[in-house]
């Protein structure tokens, strides 16, 4: 349990297209330890997005070495990938990534579905999940019939009901307007605060503030490093 929860060395992403190369992450070294607070911030196009995508095993690196909780992970199976994504992983999307003919209670069980837990169980976390959220009442709601502020907490109650250890959060609050963009910011402290490691992607400097630590990318390389002095 002493080692990072999220440990990068040399790591590259190069994508070929015709005849071109573009280096969207370029030798990125960095630890996370468990229970930590981070953002990644920088410019359109500095390959936050890709390297948040790298850490979620929703991508591979052309070279490098990745170690999830102690493991590494580059030798690991399609299907070995998706388990881990699953079980240890939770993802939070600027477009919600709600499915549109299931309902509130529905989208959050989902992911469940793909593990061998019984179905009271399920239904136990799902509750639990949207409650955290404060949407427990809308359950049985389709996502249509939400504001754009409820659909993002149900997608974080999706992120959170299987209980990971590692929540991303890629530009969680760009679709919204700044009240709910603030009140899902307060969903993510007071999961920080519970103990999960949390790692966003953000363009606004205030909610980077809010973060622990910031890792600063541009053109796909770690310029910087700031640590925030924060409040419990």
Do not use: W
Not at 67 to 95: D, T
């Amino acid at each position: 349990m002493n080692s990072p929860l999220i440990h990068l060395e040399a790591i590259r992403k190069v994508f070929h297209t015709d005849e071109l190369e573009t280096h969207a992450v370029a030798d990125v070294h960095f630890e996370i330890p468990r229970g930590q607070y981070v953002c990644i911030a920088g410019p359109s196009g500095s390959g936050k997005t890709t390297l948040l995508s790298l850490i979620g095993l929703l991508d591979t690196p052309t070279s490098g070495t990745y170690a999830l909780a102690g493991r590494p992970v580059s030798n690991l199976s399609a299907a070995e990938r998706a388990r881990v994504r699953n079980e240890q992983i939770g993802f939070v999307f600027q477009s919600f990534n709600l499915i549109g003919d299931l309902t509130v209670a529905e989208n959050v069980e989902l992911p469940l579905t793909y593990r061998a837990m019984a179905a009271a169980e399920r239904r136990r976390r799902v509750e639990a999940a949207l409650g955290r959220v404060g949407m427990a009442h809308r359950q049985r709601h389709l996502p249509a019939q939400l504001s754009g502020g409820q659909q993002q907490r149900v997608a974080v109650a999706r992120a959170v009901a299987g209980e990971p250890p590692l929540l991303l959060a890629d530009e969680p609050t760009g679709n919204l307007d700044s009240k709910n963009g603030d009140a899902v910011m307060a969903l993510l402290h007071d999961l920080h605060r519970a103990g999960t490691t949390i790692v966003m992607v953000t363009h606004n400097p205030e909610y980077a503030r809010q973060a622990q630590r910031t890792i600063h990318l541009f053109d796909g390389r770690v310029v910087e490093e700031d640590v925030h002095a924060r409040t419990a």
